[in-house]
């Protein structure tokens, strides 16, 4: 049985990423120590809350430098929702405070005129003209990642998948064996499941695809 | 934009899914987790699961349900009843559900989805309103499973809602509610105008022209039990017809 480590800042709501991962045949296990971050062959990044509390409560946890060194060597690492913003460089739901900054894009609110929060299912679009119609996913936020910015994500080398809520936006950016989701993956149904799975696959040397 | 969303609905009791007329004769309907798991199976977008005699018996929805309903479905779970304040509401969370439905509690003491949005975050906090009117009068707000009528409008209601931290309003006509006359259009598009979060409609839903009215009068998301318990609809022939009508769902 696969250990997969989550890090639990008490924030974010971890159970259904848990009963997702028990489904796959893997041990949960929640850890909020930078030892455990580093250490884990599995590395989960869960998050709801705000883009500014949340990055306060890692770095008073110490974990920031832990997460930002197993991101940039390419290490198993998922970032859901929150935490994908949190990979970011900063966003504008707190400007003041810095992200872990391994992807190199900013955090916005979704657009005037939006439902916002965002709440609801989306079809993603893959290649980098947006154009490619893929399965949905389930979304529940207000901050995005305009795609305006994953022409720089493409050049550092990321896959990116799209949605579009009141305008294109990246829903998902993977590299290597790190995989940030906009959405949720746990909920998304059988192809989040799918989506899980092949991210569990991944290794260091052995990078992820998107599943059909 | 996010195609509508088709939310069957499961009201439990004691572990069970029950069904009954404005809570009397509540008959038993089948175990949750595996009427969650059908309904998932079959397209649905989310499960909404009320312990509907939580608030009344003064107690919270129960939390082993949720457990087995969490396990069995890989889509969003909506929990809601007898929430009374953020200690619940972590309990219904770390039992395996993404967002809580609040009604009574919040029209008690507002602040309560403030603290709720601050410390889960927006996207969790669903606030439940149950609605009636008298004849043209304005839809006034239910509390307590339909047992007190607030002095409270439901659009004014919706709007303060909103603005103190509700991610999203599940919107119950109280008089369409077992009617299968279709959902109430007016408070539907009433509270649409007082708010920019998603609103999902509740109450009377029992045909695909019910559900294409709705979304029409401004819903993001259609609920019904009935339907679906029935087997009157499934929901993957909903949605077919649905697309059939021109309406986005994920099929």
């Known amino acids: 049985m696969k250990d997969v480590f989550i890090i639990d800042t008490g924030l974010a709501n971890l159970r259904s990423v848990e009963a997702a991962l028990e489904r796959l045949g893997c041990h949960p296990r929640r850890v909020r120590n930078a030892t455990d971050v580093s250490k884990a062959i599995h590395l989960v990044l869960p998050g709801v809350g705000a883009f500014g509390p949340a990055m306060i409560t890692l770095h008073r946890e110490n974990l920031a430098s832990a997460l930002r060194q197993r991101v940039l060597a390419g290490r198993p690492t998922l970032a859901i929702c929150l935490g994908l913003q949190l990979l970011c460089g900063g966003s504008d739901e707190n400007p003041g405070i810095a992200g872990l900054g391994v992807l190199p894009a900013r955090v916005s609110a979704l657009p005037p005129g939006a439902r916002v929060p965002n709440m609801g299912w989306l079809p993603l679009a893959g290649g980098r003209d947006h154009k490619e119609q893929g399965p949905h996913a389930y979304f529940a936020h207000s901050y995005a990642i305009t795609a305006g910015e994953s022409e720089r994500l493409w050049v550092s080398g990321w896959q990116v998948l799209t949605a579009n809520h009141g305008g294109p936006y990246v829903a998902a950016a993977r590299k290597g064996a790190v995989l940030a989701c906009q959405f949720h993956p746990e909920l998304s149904g059988d192809w989040g499941q799918r989506l899980l799975a092949a991210w569990l696959d991944s290794s260091p040397g052995k990078e992820m695809s998107w599943p059909a | ?251």
């Open chain 2, 1 to 251: 934009m996010a195609g509508v969303r088709i939310i069957p609905c499961l009201d439990i009791r004691e572990g069970r899914v029950v069904k009954g007329v404005n809570f009397q004769e509540l008959r038993d309907m089948g175990d949750p987790a595996e009427q969650a798991a059908r309904y998932a199976r079959q397209g649905a977008d989310e499960i909404v699961v009320l312990d509907v005699t939580a608030t009344l018996e003064g107690r919270l929805a129960s939390v082993k349900a949720i457990e087995s309903i969490r396990r069995a479905i890989n889509i969003p779970l909506t929990v809601g009843g007898g929430l009374d304040g953020p200690e619940d509401a972590r309990r219904l969370l770390d039992a395996g559900a993404d967002k809580v439905a609040l009604n009574s509690a919040a029209v008690a003491r507002p602040a309560l989805l403030t603290e709720l949005a601050e410390q889960f975050g927006r996207q969790c906090v669903v606030l439940a309103i149950d609605a009636r009117r008298e004849g043209r009068g304005p839809w006034q707000v239910m509390t307590r499973s339909g047992s007190r009528q607030e002095t409270l409008e439901a659009g004014t209601w919706a709007h303060q809602g909103g603005q103190r931290g509700a991610g999203e309003i599940l919107l119950t006509s109280w008089d369409r509610d077992g009617t299968a006359q279709g959902y109430d259009l007016g408070l539907i598009e009433e509270v649409r105008r007082a708010v920019n979060v998603p609103v999902i409609a509740s109450g009377g839903g029992a045909l695909p022209r019910h559900m294409q009215e709705a979304v029409a009068a401004g819903a993001d998301a259609v609920l019904a039990a009935g339907i679906f318990h029935s087997g009157r609809w499934a929901i993957d022939l909903l949605k077919k017809e649905l697309a059939r009508m021109g309406l986005e769902v994920r099929q």
